[in-house]
């Protein structure tokens, strides 16, 4: 069974920063993709970036060019870098880690809140 822990939220102004980070037990071998999904306060959940084994990332149309997402492999942790924050983004964060591609495995989350 894989844990997962996420760090970083809190409350930020309009255009500041944020930097999350996400920890997950396991064998890092066998975690082949970590990633962020948000939920907000109207109970919509949306992916905000992934990254796979590789190195390959992806992110949401809504975040691209102010999140940026990092990984490291040895460590079993995934970073999520919030530049340029706005009211919209507002959310709890929660990471996912998927073994192998089958499991999916969920932090409990750590809360983002921006002000205008």
């Known amino acids: 069974q894989v844990q997962v822990v996420e760090s970083g939220g809190g409350l930020v102004q309009a255009g500041g920063s944020l930097r999350l980070s996400c920890t997950a037990s396991?064998?890092?071998?066998?975690?082949?993709?970590m990633g962020w999904y948000r939920q907000t306060p109207e109970k919509r959940r949306e992916l905000v970036a992934g990254?796979?084994?590789?190195?390959?990332?992806h992110y949401g149309d809504s975040v691209k060019g102010r999140f940026t997402i990092s990984r490291d492999n040895a460590k079993n942790t995934v970073d999520l870098q919030m530049n340029g924050l706005k009211p919209e983004d507002t959310a709890v964060y929660y990471c996912n880690v998927r073994v192998l591609y089958i499991n999916e495995y969920w932090g409990q989350g750590t809360p983002v809140t921006v002000s205008s």
């Open positions: 396991g064998d890092p071998a066998r975690i082949n993709y």
């Open positions: 990254i796979n084994q590789g190195g390959a990332t």
